[in-house]
């Protein structure tokens, strides 16, 4: 193993860690963690086997292992954008429910208040 293949894999390893320590929601933590322990896996066996790789590509049809990995990381590039989107709306959502309410609040406030 290189000291490039060891600094990789640890590089994967802590941020693996980091996504699941500071993701929020509590109903999918154990998903999460199960998600980053596979992704650690498998990053490990592509850095330290990449001749596997190749293999895998090309049982899927495709030439080279580089482009089996850059056609992966399109698709999760793509779910990370519709999932932060769809957390973008859920909060959006929120802060209005939470200024109608504050804006029912004041306007009793003020009428008490006459």
Do not use: H
């Amino acid at each position: 193993m290189t000291i490039f293949q060891l600094l990789l894999i640890a590089a994967v390893v802590i941020a693996a860690a980091l996504a699941v320590k500071f993701l929020p929601g509590e109903r999918s933590l154990a998903l999460k963690r199960i998600f980053a322990i596979l992704f650690v896996i498998v990053a490990a066996l592509a850095i330290l086997f990449p001749a596997a790789l190749t293999v895998v590509a090309n049982f899927f049809g495709i030439g080279r292992g580089t482009d089996l990995l850059l056609y992966v990381f399109i698709i999760m590039v793509l779910i990370f954008a519709v999932a932060t989107v769809r957390a973008k709306a859920r909060s959006d959502a929120r802060v209005t429910e939470l200024a109608r309410a504050v804006a029912l609040i004041e306007a009793r406030t003020r009428e008490e208040q006459r």
